[in-house]
Structures are given as C-alpha cells and as structure tokens.
Nanobody, 123 residues
Framework: QVQLVESGGGLVQAGGSLRLSCAAS?????MGWFRQAPGKEREFVAS????????YYSESLKGRFTISRDSAKNTVALQMNSLKPEDTAVYYC???????????????????WGRGTQVTVSS
C-alpha cells in the first residue's frame, strides 16, 4: 500500500506560479499528476518514472508545467508557471506499479491516489 499526500495548492492570480508536492510512502514504477475541474473528467497533466528518466506532459500544458522527482525525499513536484484561470482544478498525485510508461497518461493504470489539493487561479 502506497500513501500519497499532496501539498502546495492555493489561490494565485493569473500569471503567477505554484509548486505542488506529493510525498509517497513507498516505491512505484511511475508517478503522475492529474487534475479535475468541476463538471469535467479527470485530465492527465504529467508523469515521470520513479528514477526520473522519462517524462510525459499533456501537450496543452507543456512549457508551463514541469514535473520532477526527488528520490532522496520520495517526492514528486509539479511546478506550474504562467497560470491561467482555466488551470483551476483539484490536482491529484497518483502512482502506478504498471511498467508501461507509454500508458501513463491513463488514470486507469494508477494503483494509488492522493486526496488532491485545490488550485484556484483568479483572473
């Protein structure tokens, strides 16, 4: 059982930045960030392998968001820059033991999920 705890969400003005962090209690093959806005489906944001060697990004977010790993601290971070009101959502951290990184954009492959952290971007 892997427990994931997100932190770093909050309220920020458009154009600002936030850094989310996810602390994991155990190892996995890969970790990902997803987000869900009210009335919308959960959306892939970014993923990274446990060793940090491979990363995927949502094409629409690439260039503004950066995912990173800190192996020593067992954390995954999501740096979000140039935030827009449409980035407002609950952001979830997830981990998977499924060893097929090309599938890491799909929520269904993740074994464990955090509770989420709210990000609100005001205009």
């Amino acid at each position: 059982q892997v427990q994931l705890v997100e932190s770093g969400g909050g309220l920020v003005q458009a154009g600002g930045s936030l850094r989310l962090s996810c602390a994991a209690s155990g190892r996995s093959y890969a970790m990902g960030w997803f987000r869900q806005a009210p009335g919308k489906e959960r959306e892939f944001v970014a993923s990274i392998t446990w060793g940090g060697g491979m990363r995927y990004y949502s094409e629409s977010l690439k260039g503004r968001f950066t995912i990173s790993r800190d192996s020593a601290k067992n954390t995954v971070a999501l740096q979000m820059n140039s935030l827009k009101p449409e980035d407002t959502a609950v952001y979830y951290c997830a981990s998977t033991t499924f060893a097929a990184f090309r599938e890491s954009t799909k929520p269904s492959i993740y074994n464990y999920w955090g509770r989420g952290t709210q990000v609100t971007v005001s205009s």
